[in-house]
C-alpha cells in the first residue's frame, strides 16, 4: 500500500502502512510464536482557536518518527519515510508511539505533538492505531496600548508542573513580546499567572495574582487593559479561551488605592 496522506479541515495527517513480506530487518521474531502488524499514525496539531505555528511542519509526515516499545525499551524506531511496509514481532504486550518536535516545558517556536497506544502481539495480524496531538496549550497576552499612559513597565509570569520540573523558573511575557508561548501542561491543570505592574508616575510596582485552568490544545488569551476608577488605576483582565463565556476582572492594587 502506498504511503497516503490527506489534509481536512483542520491538520490531520495520516500515514497507513501494511504488511507484504516476510524479509524485513526490522522484525523481531521469537521462537515461541509472532505475530505482524501493520501501522496507522494520526497527527492533529490544530488548536481551539486560530493556528500560530507552520502548519506544513505538522502536516509533512516526513518529519514524524514512530517508535515501538517493550517495556519501556525502544525495539524499533524510524521516520516516517523509512517505515517497514510489515513488522513481525515476538509475541507479547507493546506500546505504538509517535512523536514530533521538542519536548520543552515552553517555546515560542513551536510545539511538541506525541501519541501512545498500547496493544498485544498473539501469533496475528492486526493494525495498530495511535492519533498524535499537542502536549501544550497555546497562550498569548495582549497589551492594550495605552497601558503605557499609567505604567512604565508590566509582564506576566506564567508558572506550570513542567516549568516547576525543569528549571523552576516561570515564562515571562515582557511587554514587547509579540509570538505566543507553548506551555506544556496537564489535563486541567491550574497555572499560576502573576500580573507585575510599575506605576508610571510613583515608581511603585504591584502585582496582581490569578490561576487559571488549561488543557492541552486550548488557546489562551489574556487581554489587559488600564481602567480608572474612582480616581484610582488599575487594570482590566479578559479572558479569552474561544468560548461564549469571557470573564471580564476590574482590579485596583491595594497600594494605589
Excluded at 225 to 235: A, D, L, M, Q, R
Amino acid at each position: 500500500m502506498r504511503h497516503r496522506f490527506v489534509l481536512f479541515y483542520s491538520i490531520v495527517c495520516m500515514l497507513f502502512f501494511a504488511s507484504c513480506s516476510n524479509d524485513d530487518a526490522g522484525s523481531v521474531i521469537d521462537p515461541n510464536g509472532s505475530g505482524t502488524i501493520s501501522l496507522s499514525v494520526a497527527a492533529d496539531a490544530d488548536f481551539k482557536s486560530s493556528r500560530a505555528v507552520n502548519e506544513s511542519e505538522y502536516a509533512n509526515t516526513s518529519n514524524y518518527t514512530v517508535q515501538i516499545l517493550k517495556d519501556g525499551k525502544n525495539v524499533g524506531q524510524w521516520t516516517y519515510n523509512n517505515i517497514p511496509e510489515f513488522i513481525d514481532l515476538a509475541n507479547g504486550s507493546y506500546q505504538l508511539k509517535a512523536f514530533y518536535g521538542k519536548d520543552l516545558p515552553a517555546s515560542t517556536t513551536g510545539m511538541y505533538v506525541e501519541g501512545t497506544n498500547k496493544f498485544d502481539v498473539n501469533s496475528d495480524t492486526k493494525s495498530v492505531e495511535v492519533t498524535c496531538t499537542p502536549v501544550c496549550a497555546r497562550v498569548k497576552v495582549a497589551f492594550s496600548a495605552d497601558m503605557s499612559k499609567y505604567f512604565s513597565d508590566y509582564s506576566v509570569k506564567f508558572t506550570t508542573k513542567a516549568l516547576k520540573a525543569d528549571t523552576g523558573t516561570p515564562f515571562t511575557w515582557e511587554k514587547s513580546s509579540t509570538d505566543p508561548v507553548y506551555l506544556k501542561v496537564d489535563n486541567a491543570e491550574n497555572v499560576e499567572t502573576v500580573i507585575s505592574l510599575m506605576s508610571l508616575s510613583t515608581g511603585k510596582v504591584t502585582s496582581v495574582n490569578k490561576t487559571y485552568t488549561l488543557n492541552p490544545k486550548d488557546s489562551f488569551t489574556l487581554t489587559v487593559k488600564p481602567v480608572v476608577k474612582s480616581g484610582n488605576v488599575g487594570i482590566e483582565i479578559e479572558i479569552d479561551e474561544t468560548t461564549n463565556d469571557i470573564p471580564v476582572d476590574i482590579v485596583i492594587p491595594s497600594e494605589w488605592k
